[in-house]
């Protein structure tokens, strides 16, 4: 075997020809590690065989120790083409025995090798687990997601689907295991062994009786329609068919980024904010109201988005609840219960058929009462269940007091409770003040009746107004009812119309308290007056509202005093609200400043042991200068905060230039953090590390290597402060890089062609091209976001302290 030449002078050798059949010369080797095809190979050489690379037209015969499932391989070609697919051990029995060996002993498993996450075959069922068995012993591995070659997925719908999808892996239903598993081959998933929908098209009126397409299948051919925000049950189920009919695909994984539309039930008497986590700066995706599907299908022509009702969306995945709940597997959201009117005007209760499939509990019925002058009970109401598993109201049963049970208003108020998870109980006034209702909201500011006729103790339930539900869905937060003043409703009647031409200024709020600010310009709404921004002149002011006088700004009191606008403390905006009346302000005048509390004054006013705390932790980082990109302040507010409680000198910046400026004037090396004695960090977010990402161009032009060890994710900070510690730069750096005290890596040639792959087409090429830069905005998008918002809350810090322009 060492000299192959001597096969070339003597082309057959017949001793050989007997040992390897005769329509086996043409032998393909594939997916074999180099020491085992140059063996192989030397062993078809001795028997008289040919190795050839292709396995489309020559080779008879394909040795390979593992399947393949890309459709160009050579494994899927030998499967086309019905040719032997064997184990290298065929080749090395033939050389043992020196004769024909059976060949069906050495054929290769149906999964030889291939690695396969049996996600929704892991349920506790004997069917599953004899599946998961059997692709085993075809010679299948069990790994996890981030390892598999192909996912199993039952239907579209599947939380283990969604994530496939999201990551880029492949997907087959179970059914495709077996019929591997039955034909020995690991056929190509294709046809009726994808992974299919849970109701087939034909049943939603796809396809006409006599096998045709009917003439609007094409009218959006090659959209993705995102159903995920429509109410679960027969709004999804009709905007679904309405779209097979037109020809578009549907997907309720909001992270697909082949999506073209996102369709949403706009309702236009409520001002709701629907979160998504579709980056609504993506020109791609096309927010659209559900009624753009039903025109185009009467059209039988594609129209234009502009012409309907575009719903409020803002971009914010954490608090998307159906996409969460959807990725945990959750029960999806059901649409609620449309009360109907009966021809005498009382209200019907809903019809069996309109109740949802509930998880975990059915719906009750009320039972109307037989005379109006009946004793009302507990069980004289209709409760709705939630939508949702999660969200603010979680457990929790909230009672619409005075809202009309057969208004739109009262059902879109009861569908946005449930889908924060709040179990909603409609009835009369008297029937839930004596239900087991926890909160009793009403629709404006003054008492109910009912209420106010009533003892405080005759009334278990707390009662709140619309401003705290609000709060609590756009926050997600379940707010104590008494934790706000305007939460909770007043006797007389809001807004007063004394106060309509008072336009309040909010400051003295203290450092990082957006949310107090946000409490406090609510409740100045409410009553009626309008809210000073920043940029509203001195002159158009009315009141100036200090929340703490400790935190009023000399420059602000002076501003106030000069022009003889009233400060006044926030206790007067409060007994306005309770009294429903226009407080003298007299007794909440603020005429001076407040004194400066002496070093003797606060070691009386606190303890030692709290004071020694706070003097260490402003130790950690006082050798430190921090520059903080908006992206990262952007992401949590309170990062800057951390900072100055550590004792560090944090000073934001957003584009690389002001960066630049900063550290110039800061007249601070950047350079080693070991060696430095003025040490320097600048934290930034995983999104502005991004190759394309204007920094990253930026330190690969201007930067030596030993200069980015400074940059660090936003992590080390928090774990800084978390630990009350400084923690190692070099394991949090932005810019890792293999040996800092080593040269720069060489870079790759400039305008140098990407490596080209034989089973690598012009067309798969551009998808991946187009893949890339899909990812590469969506990441920008989501630092452009993060930066927005830091520079939002650095206007917001600094509106207390500077004074309003004329």
């Not at 108020?413 to 004596?434: Q, W």
Request: charged share 25%; aromatic share 6%; glycine share 6%.
């Amino acid at each position: 075997l060492t000299d192959p030449s001597a096969i070339g002078q003597i082309k057959n050798l017949p001793l050989f020809d007997l040992i390897l059949p005769q329509n086996f010369r043409a032998v393909c080797l594939s997916g074999l590690v180099p020491a085992k095809r140059t063996h192989c190979a030397k062993l078809l050489r001795w028997m008289g065989g040919q190795v050839t690379e292709d396995a489309v037209s020559e080779a008879a015969l394909l040795v390979t120790s593992r399947v393949s499932l890309h459709p160009e391989s050579k494994y899927q070609a030998a499967v086309q083409r019905r040719i032997p697919i064997v184990r290298p051990e065929f080749l090395e029995a033939i050389w043992e025995a020196k004769r024909e060996v059976p060949l069906s002993s050495y054929r290769l498993s149906a999964l030889a090798g291939l690695s396969i996450c049996f996600g929704s075959i892991q349920a506790q069922s004997e069917d599953s687990d004899r599946l998961r068995a059997e692709a085993i012993a075809a010679g299948a591995l069990d790994v996890k997601l981030d390892k598999a070659e192909i996912v199993i997925a039952n239907d579209i719908f599947s939380s283990w689907y969604l994530s496939a999808q999201e990551s880029g892996h492949l997907t087959a239903p179970p059914k495709w295991v077996r019929h591997c598993i039955q034909v020995n081959l690991a056929v190509p998933v294709a046809g009726d062994l994808e992974v299919q929908r849970p109701k087939a098209l034909e049943l939603l009126g796809g396809v006409s009786k006599d096998g045709k397409e009917p003439e609007s299948m094409h009218i959006l051919a090659g959209c993705v329609l995102c159903l995920l925000y429509l109410p679960a049950g027969e709004t999804r189920d009709a905007a679904k068919a309405a779209a097979w009919k037109l020809g578009a695909y549907t997907t309720l994984d909001p992270k697909d980024r082949a999506i073209t539309h996102v369709v949403f039930k706009v309702n236009r008497l409520t001002k709701e904010i629907v979160k998504v986590s579709i980056s609504t700066s993506d020109e791609r995706a096309s927010f659209v109201d559900v009624s753009w599907l039903d025109a185009c299908l009467t059209e039988k022509r594609r129209l234009p988005t502009a012409a309907f009702p575009t719903p409020r969306v803002a971009y914010d995945p954490v608090g998307d609840t159906l996409h969460q709940a959807l990725r945990r597997g959750s029960a999806p959201p059901q649409r609620p219960v449309t009360l109907r009117r009966r021809a005498s005007g009382v209200n019907a209760l809903p019809s069996a058929e309109s109740l949802p499939a509930l998880t975990g509990g059915t719906m009750q019925q009320a039972t109307p009462s037989s005379s109006s002058g009946a004793v009302p009970k507990a069980s004289d109401v209709q409760r709705w269940e939630p939508l949702a598993l999660q969200g603010p109201f979680v457990g929790m049963k909230i009672g619409l007091l005075d809202w009309p049970q057969n208004e739109a208003g009262t059902e879109e108020m009861a569908h946005r409770l449930r889908g924060h998870g709040a179990t909603v109980i409609i009835g009369s006034p008297e029937a839930l003040v004596v239900s087991d209702a926890g909160i009793l909201l009403c629709r404006g500011f003054q008492k109910p009746d009912i209420v106010r006729k009533r003892p405080a103790s005759a009334i278990s339930a707390e009662v709140a107004t619309l401003r705290w539900a609000e709060a609590c869905m756009s926050e997600g937060v379940n707010h104590p009812v008494r934790s706000s003043v305007h939460f909770r409703p007043t006797s007389g009647l809001l807004p007063l119309q004394e106060m309509a031409r008072f336009k309040v200024r909010v400051t003295a709020l203290g450092p990082s308290n957006n949310l107090k600010r946000r409490r406090l310009e609510e409740l100045v709404q409410a009553l009626g007056a309008e809210v000073a921004q920043q940029s509203t002149k001195w002159s158009d002011i009315t009141h100036v509202v200090c929340l703490m006088h400790i935190h009023l700004d000399k420059r602000v009191f002076e501003a106030a005093k000069r022009r003889r606008i009233p400060l006044v403390g926030v206790q007067w905006l409060s007994d306005c609200y309770t009294s429903s009346t226009c407080v003298s302000i007299s007794k909440y005048a603020i005429t001076r400043l407040a004194e400066v509390p002496t070093s003797t004054a606060l070691v009386k006013a606190q303890p030692a042991q709290d004071l020694t705390a706070k003097r260490l932790d402003a130790q950690v980082l006082r050798e430190y200068h921090l520059f903080i990109s908006h992206a990262v302040l952007g992401s949590n507010p309170r990062r800057q905060s951390m900072a100055e409680e550590l004792g560090g000198e944090a000073k934001p910046w957003s584009t690389v230039h002001q960066l630049i400026d900063l550290l110039t004037q800061s007249r601070v090396p950047v350079g080693d953090h070991k060696t430095n004695d003025q040490k320097v960090a600048i934290i930034v977010e995983k999104e502005e590390c991004a190759p394309s990402s204007e920094l990253t161009l930026a330190l690969a032009s201007r930067t030596r290597v030993e200069q980015r060890t400074a940059f660090v994710h936003s992590a080390w900070l928090e774990e800084t402060y978390q630990q009350r510690r400084v923690m190692p730069l070099e394991n949090f750096l932005a810019f890792p890089i293999s040996d800092s005290e080593g040269p720069e890596a060489k870079r790759a040639r400039l305008g140098a062609e990407e490596a080209q792959f034989s089973w690598q087409n012009k067309a798969q090429q551009e998808l991946q091209a187009l893949a890339e830069d899909s990812r590469q905005r969506a990441l920008q998008a989501e630092c452009n976001q993060k930066v927005s918002e830091g520079l939002k809350l650095a206007l917001n810090n600094r509106s207390d302290s500077d004074p309003a322009r004329e």
